[in-house]
């Protein structure tokens, strides 16, 4: 059986996992430009190159960013995605002057909160049918 090439391979395990990221700036106050994403892209892929995870996409707004991740299943979303934020936002408050007097005490740059979906695969539907149509053994 040949594998896809999209396919990841770990010690014991073959894997493919994408999840859909949104990070929001406090407050959602418009303060990102062209050159701060730029660098933040930079720093996201160092980021995820530590977690051993891909950034595939990556883009954002003035307000917002979006991330495409493939990880593996050793790696929990909420610890890499509190890695993303937090050296994210050390890093540019410390580049970038404006960004570092954006808000009152300047201490944080990313709201608390964040967006992570699951991308790829068959729809839930497919899934559950396959499942449901496997050959139970009789007792």
């Excluded at 720093?43 to 960013?65: K, S, Y």
Aim: proline fraction near 4%; glycine fraction near 6%; charged fraction near 20%.
């Amino acid at each position: 059986m040949e594998i896809n090439k999209r396919f990841r391979t770990g010690r014991h395990v073959v894997f493919l996992m994408h999840a859909h990221l949104v990070f929001v700036i406090k407050y959602r106050h418009p303060v990102f430009t062209h050159t701060h994403l730029t660098r933040m892209e930079e720093i996201m892929r160092g980021v995820c190159a530590d977690f051993e995870t891909d950034l595939e996409e990556f883009n954002g707004e003035t307000n917002h960013v979006h991330l495409l991740v493939n990880f593996p299943p050793k790696i929990a979303v909420s610890k890499l995605v509190n890695s993303l934020k937090g050296v994210s936002s050390r890093l540019l408050r410390k580049e970038f002057e404006d960004l570092r007097f954006a808000y009152w005490n300047g201490v944080r740059l990313w709201s608390g909160s964040y967006f992570a979906g699951s991308v790829g695969g068959a729809p839930i539907s497919v899934v559950r049918q396959y499942i449901e149509q496997q050959a139970r053994p009789i007792v």
